[in-house]
């Protein structure tokens, strides 16, 4: 099994950053895919954005130019730099690891108001 942690949400002005990280612990095959999905109260959960382990990406059309996924292998960890952040990026933002399995975080509560 594998177990992810999230950290880094909170509560930001609209137009501000955040940083999300996301470390992954257990039976971690080299070959991954990581990333976010977010989900907001009423809303199906979407994708933001996914990072394979040799450094492919692909971005939620609703995030591209403003967040930037990336990942460090030897720490089994991905980050989502958040930039001009707007109300419509709040939701919980979980991690995701696809491997021999699909694994989820627990989320993070990502907020964006003034």
């Known amino acids: 099994q594998v177990q992810l942690v999230e950290s880094g949400g909170g509560l930001v002005q609209p137009g501000g950053s955040l940083r999300l990280s996301c470390s992954a612990s257990?039976?971690?095959?080299?070959?991954?895919?990581m990333g976010w999905y977010r989900q907001a109260p009423g809303k199906q959960r979407e994708l933001v954005a996914m990072?394979?382990?040799?450094?492919?990406?692909n971005y939620g059309d609703s995030v591209k130019g403003r967040f930037t996924i990336s990942r460090d292998n030897a720490k089994n960890t991905v980050y989502l730099q958040m930039n001009s952040l707007k109300p419509e990026d709040t939701a919980v933002y979980y991690c995701?690891?696809?491997?021999?399995?699909?694994?989820w975080g627990q989320g993070t509560q990502v907020t964006v108001s003034s």
């Open positions: 995701k690891m696809v491997a021999y399995g699909d694994f």
């Open positions: 990072i394979s382990s040799r450094g492919l990406t």
């Open positions: 257990g039976r971690i095959s080299s070959i991954n895919v």
